[in-house]
């Protein structure tokens, strides 16, 4: 009975182990954004074009996180003094690029571009990133999940290869 004690108690630690474990991980792994950045105010309210900012999309592989010259543009000087605008215009007065964190990444070993999806493909942002202009914070979470299975089922719904050779150069 002792020992089916001992047990028991060995398995309940184990498995609260697993689960302190896996918390501390995930309090790794989340992040906070430099500024509490509005795709809704940008891209909503003032309808600035994606590619204004994110200007690699038609041109280059990466869709590319804009630098503080592309805020710069309309940063410059304050507007409506909101903490979170003076605080963009502290980095483009002091010229010090803005840490931004990106969620969206595939691994070294998988060859991605956006020319080819965005220009040649015409497929919209939203099919793979949701509705960005509708967002008031950085989001945190992927919209569609950067797994083989997600970029399978859409080449096989329009045609397009699914030899193993093209996404693995
Ligand atoms: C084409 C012009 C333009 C560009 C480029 C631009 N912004 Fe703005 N931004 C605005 C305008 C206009 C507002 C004021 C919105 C309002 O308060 O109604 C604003 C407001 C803000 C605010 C304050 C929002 C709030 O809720 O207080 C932040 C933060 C901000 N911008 C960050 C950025 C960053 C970071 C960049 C560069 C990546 C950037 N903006 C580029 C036009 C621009
Ligand atoms: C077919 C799916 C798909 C479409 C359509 C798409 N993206 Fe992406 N996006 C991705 C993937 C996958 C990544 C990760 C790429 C990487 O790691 O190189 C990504 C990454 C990004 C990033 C992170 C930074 C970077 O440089 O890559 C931004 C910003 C972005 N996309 C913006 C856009 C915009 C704006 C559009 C529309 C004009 C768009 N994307 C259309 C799948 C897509
Ligand atoms: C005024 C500049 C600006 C405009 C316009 C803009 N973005 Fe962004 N975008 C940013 C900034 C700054 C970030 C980094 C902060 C964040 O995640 O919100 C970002 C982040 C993103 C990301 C997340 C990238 C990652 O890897 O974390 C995606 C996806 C994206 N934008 C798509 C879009 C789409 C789609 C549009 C058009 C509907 C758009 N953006 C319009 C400035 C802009
Ligand atoms: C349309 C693009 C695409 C095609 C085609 C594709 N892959 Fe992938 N593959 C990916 C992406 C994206 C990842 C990384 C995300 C993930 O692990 O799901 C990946 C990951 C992998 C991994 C690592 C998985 C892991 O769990 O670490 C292997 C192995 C792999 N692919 C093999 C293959 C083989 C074999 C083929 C051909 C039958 C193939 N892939 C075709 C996009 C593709
Ligand atoms: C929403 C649909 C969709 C998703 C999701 C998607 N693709 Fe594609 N992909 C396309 C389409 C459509 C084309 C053909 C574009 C054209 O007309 O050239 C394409 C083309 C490609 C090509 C060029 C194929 C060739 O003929 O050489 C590569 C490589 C590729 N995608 C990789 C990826 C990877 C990697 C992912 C996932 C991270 C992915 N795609 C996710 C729709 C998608």
Not at 42 to 62: D, E, F, L, T
Not at 66 to 88: D, F, W, Y
Not at 102 to 130: A, E, M, N, Q, T
Request: hydrophobic residues 40%; aromatic residues 10%; positive net charge.
């Amino acid at each position: 009975m002792k020992k089916y004690l001992m047990l028991v108690a060995i398995a309940v630690g184990f498995l609260a182990g697993i689960v302190l474990v896996n918390y501390l991980v995930g309090r790794r792994e989340s992040f906070v954004q430099p500024i509490d950045f509005s795709h809704a105010v940008h891209a909503g309210k003032y309808k600035i074009p994606c590619m204004a900012c994110h200007q690699g999309v038609m041109m280059r592989a990466s869709a590319g996180i804009p630098n503080i010259e592309v805020c710069g543009a309309c940063h410059s000087t304050p507007m409506k003094k909101t903490p979170q605008e003076l605080l963009v215009y502290k980095y483009v007065s002091q010229h010090k690029q803005i840490p931004w964190y990106s969620i969206y990444h595939v691994p070294d070993y998988v060859y991605f571009s956006h020319r080819r999806h965005v220009l040649l493909g015409k497929l919209d942002c939203k099919l793979c990133h949701g509705d960005m202009a509708a967002l008031t914070s950085p989001p945190k979470t992927q919209f569609l999940q950067i797994k083989m299975q997600n970029c399978w089922n859409c080449h096989v719904k329009h045609g397009v290869t699914t030899d193993c050779s093209h996404c693995h150069r």
